[in-house]
C-alpha cells in the first residue's frame, strides 16, 4: 500500500522540503508540500519504469557537501579570473572526460554537479555514453583536471548509484 501511494519516497521528501525551503516555514507550506510531494511522483510513476537504486545514502550527505565546498571555491576563483585576469590569458579548453559510470542518473548527477561548479560546462555526452565533454574557463593541465573529476565525484557517485 505504502509504495502504491509513494512509489518514490526520496523524490517524494525532496519535493517536500523544496516546497518549505522555497515557501516559507508553515503548517499549510508543509501540508501543501507534501500534497505535492505525493501527486506528483504518482501521476509520473507510469514515465519510470526502473527507479534507480541508491547503493549508499549516506554517502549522499558526503557528496553533497564536498559539491557545496567546490561551489563555494569556484565562485571565488572564477570571481579572480573576471576581475583581475585579461580574457586572451585564460587557458579555456574542452577536455574528455571518459566515464565509468553506466547508470543514467549517475551520468546526470556528474554532468550537472560539473555544470553547476563555477567555471566548467558539461558540454556533451557521447553517443555510447562512454565520455563526457567538459568545457573549463581556465585549466592548467586537462589531464590533471579529468583526474579531479574523477576522484572528487564520478567515483562517489558509483558509490552512490552502481556498487
Not at 16 to 23: D, F, H, R, S
Not at 127 to 150: M, N, S
Request: aromatic share 8%; proline share 6%.
Amino acid at each position: 500500500m505504502f509504495k502504491r501511494l509513494v512509489p518514490h519516497p526520496l523524490l517524494t521528501l525532496l519535493i517536500v522540503v523544496v516546497w518549505i525551503l522555497l515557501n516559507g516555514v508553515s503548517w499549510g507550506s508543509a501540508l501543501l508540500g507534501l500534497v505535492l510531494g505525493v501527486a506528483i511522483p504518482g501521476i509520473t510513476s507510469a514515465y519510470w519504469p526502473d527507479r534507480p537504486r541508491i547503493r549508499s545514502p549516506l554517502m549522499i550527505v558526503e557528496y553533497a557537501a564536498i559539491v557545496l565546498w567546490d561551489i563555494v571555491v569556484a565562485n571565488f576563483q572564477v570571481a579572480y579570473l573576471i576581475l583581475f585576469r585579461r580574457g586572451d590569458t585564460l587557458r579555456s579548453r574542452f577536455v574528455t572526460v571518459p566515464l565509468d559510470l553506466r547508470t543514467p542518473e549517475a551520468i546526470t548527477a556528474l554532468a550537472g554537479t560539473i555544470t553547476m561548479t563555477p567555471g566548467t560546462v558539461s558540454a556533451d555526452l557521447s553517443g555510447d555514453g562512454r565520455a563526457l565533454l567538459v568545457h573549463c574557463l581556465e585549466t592548467h593541465d586537462p589531464e590533471a583536471t579529468v583526474a579531479t573529476i574523477k576522484s572528487r565525484y564520478e567515483t562517489r557517485l558509483q558509490r552512490i548509484f552502481e556498487t
